[in-house]
């Protein structure tokens, strides 16, 4: 479970995040909306440990993430718009580097499996300079699940993704959550969100608006509730 | 026999500087834009003082060994410069920063990947170095020397790097921030040469010599202290 209390962050004078309290329960899949500098991102770097809250605390199935943030990086993998992958590498070796990063064992045949989830076997000694976007963002997603996370952070993954890589993407997260994983997704799409999501959460000036289920929520109704949360 | 986890630790701390200097270097050996870049730019700057000094043999030995760190650290400068870089290219250094490791191990393997660069381009430099100046430069003492200037320059400056790395003028940054910082290192490592160089005796150049050792270890200690919260945010 990820649990958030009271979790503040400014940059410089700026609020970005105000007095965040919020519960995600293992195996959901949850999805975050709002409009752009509501602080999604924020919010999502935060739970990654990759930023400091300025007040309130960040725990992991109970493990603080500031004092403990070793034991905490092991369970999450991060999908972001931002590949981190180096382009003068192949997939292999990309794939390679974060494993040893990671102290997996038997490197190789874990490193087969993630190329063979994501369809990239073939394109494996390849420089992923000469990728597509979206061949990178799957071999970015095969490294997200390199260690076998049980926390996925997806920070809006669907960008300049084209309509095929787009629906094996969707496949994919199903697959994870399925799975028993948690996944947490930031994202501008709203049919991402009725398509794939349990829990809705509408960001909208650093605060939670809304946290509910999305239930039988249809695409029609989530338009309007989010246009009337966004144009306060 | 049971590893305690004391050696675990280090192990891992290790494996994850390796792989970090495994990464560099595969890339540089793919790319080799990072060490031709500083060969050239240093070979530039030998020519330029060699023609621009038209200097006699004893006033050439008096301004080479400046000639010499001038060359070392314009090219490590540049090497600093271009190994952070890497590192913003898709955001990896966030790739990394989410591993579980000792963040200190970034710092280790950017590191000594940055100082065998360094060191390679020393190499290069010094036997041009020596054609073009006549100078007498592979003493035991002075190599021993510019191993060690080389050593706390690029360790200050790997520091600094990463705090730059995530300013939006980072190649202004970085001199900026370094040569400040760097400057006792740099004054300790061409007296000392000077000396070296000038054929004095071991009393004569301790002073220079034990403050050069001094500094490379208050940076060490300073830039463990310290890495893990520069390299945040």
Same mark, same amino acid.
């Given at each position: 479970m990820i649990n958030l209390q009271n979790v503040s962050k400014s940059f410089g004078l700026t609020f970005v995040l105000n007095d965040i309290n919020l519960k995600i329960s293992t195996g959901q899949f949850t999805t975050i909306i709002g409009p752009n500098g509501s602080g999604k991102t924020t919010l999502l770097r935060i739970i990654s440990g990759l930023l400091t809250p300025n007040?309130?605390?960040?725990?992991?199935?109970?493990?603080?993430?500031?004092?403990?943030?070793?034991?905490?990086?092991?369970?999450?993998?991060?999908?972001?718009?931002?590949?981190? &992958?180096?382009? +003068?590498?192949?997939?292999?070796?990309?794939? /390679?580097?974060?494993?040893?990063? =990671?102290?997996? %064992?038997?490197?190789?045949?874990r490193i087969k499996f993630?190329?063979?989830?994501?369809?990239?076997?073939?394109?494996?000694?390849?420089?992923?300079?000469?990728?597509?976007?979206?061949?990178?963002?799957?071999?970015?997603?095969?490294?997200?699940?390199?260690?076998?996370?049980?926390?996925?952070?997806?920070?809006?993954?669907?960008?300049? &993704?084209?309509? +095929?890589?787009?629906?094996?993407?969707?496949? /994919?997260?199903?697959?994870?959550? =399925?799975?028993? %994983?948690?996944?947490?997704?930031?994202?501008?799409?709203?049919?991402?969100?009725?398509?794939?999501?349990?829990?809705?959460?509408?960001?909208?000036?650093g605060k939670i608006e809304t946290n509910e289920p999305i239930a039988d929520k249809t695409l029609e109704t989530l338009i309007k509730e989010y246009d009337e949360i966004t144009t306060r | 026999m049971m590893k305690s986890p004391q050696d675990n630790t280090t192990t891992k701390f290790w494996q994850s500087s390796l792989a970090i200097i495994w990464k560099d270097?595969?890339?540089?050996?793919?790319?080799?834009?990072?060490?031709?870049?500083?060969?050239?730019f240093s070979l530039m700057i030998v020519l330029i003082f060699t023609f621009a000094l038209d200097l006699d043999k004893?006033?050439?030995?008096?301004?080479?060994?400046?000639?010499?760190?001038?060359?070392?650290?314009?090219?490590?400068?540049?090497?600093?410069?271009?190994?952070?870089?890497?590192?913003?290219?898709?955001?990896?250094?966030d790739g990394i920063l989410l591993s579980p490791i000792d963040q200190t191990s970034i710092l280790v393997g950017k590191f000594i990947s940055t100082f065998i660069f360094v060191t390679i381009i020393e190499a290069f430099v010094m036997p041009i170095?020596?054609?073009?100046?006549?100078?007498?430069?592979?003493?035991?003492?002075?190599?021993?020397?510019?191993?060690?200037?080389?050593?706390?320059?690029?360790?200050?400056?790997?520091?600094?790097?990463?705090?730059?790395?995530?300013?939006?003028?980072?190649?202004i940054i970085l001199p900026i921030l370094l040569f400040p910082v760097a400057t006792p290192i740099i004054i300790s490592a061409v007296q000392c040469s000077n000396k070296i160089l000038s054929g004095a005796s071991w009393n004569q150049m301790s002073g220079p010599f034990n403050l050069l050792i001094v500094y490379d270890i208050i940076f060490v200690g300073i830039a463990i202290m310290t890495f893990d919260h520069l390299i945040k945010e």
């Open positions: 007040t309130g605390t960040v725990t992991i199935n109970g493990i603080n993430t500031a004092t403990h943030a070793y034991d905490t990086r092991h369970l999450i993998g991060v999908i972001s718009h931002q590949s981190f &992958l180096y382009e +003068n590498l192949t997939a292999f070796e990309n794939l /390679l580097f974060y494993a040893r990063l =990671y102290g997996i %064992n038997d490197i190789n045949s993630v190329l063979d989830t994501v369809n990239l076997s073939k394109h494996q000694n390849i420089l992923i300079s000469t990728f597509s976007h979206g061949m990178k963002q799957k071999l970015s997603i095969a490294r997200s699940i390199l260690h076998n996370p049980p926390i996925i952070l997806c920070d809006e993954p669907y960008t300049g &993704l084209d309509q +095929n890589s787009s629906d094996n993407l969707t496949r /994919l997260l199903q697959s994870i959550t =399925y799975s028993g %994983n948690t996944v947490v997704m930031v994202t501008h799409n709203l049919n991402k969100v009725i398509k794939l999501s349990d829990q809705l959460i509408v960001l909208h000036k | 270097w595969k890339i540089e050996l793919r790319k080799k834009s990072l060490l031709s870049s500083m060969l050239i004893s006033a050439r030995e008096n301004v080479a060994i400046g000639i010499l760190w001038v060359t070392f650290v314009f090219a490590a400068t540049l090497g600093l410069n271009q190994t952070i870089a890497l590192e913003n290219e898709n955001s990896t250094l170095y020596y054609i073009l100046f006549e100078i007498p430069l592979f003493s035991p003492k002075l190599i021993v020397v510019i191993l060690l200037g080389t050593f706390g320059y690029t360790l200050v400056g790997t520091l600094l790097a990463t705090i730059a790395m995530r300013t939006q003028y980072r190649e």
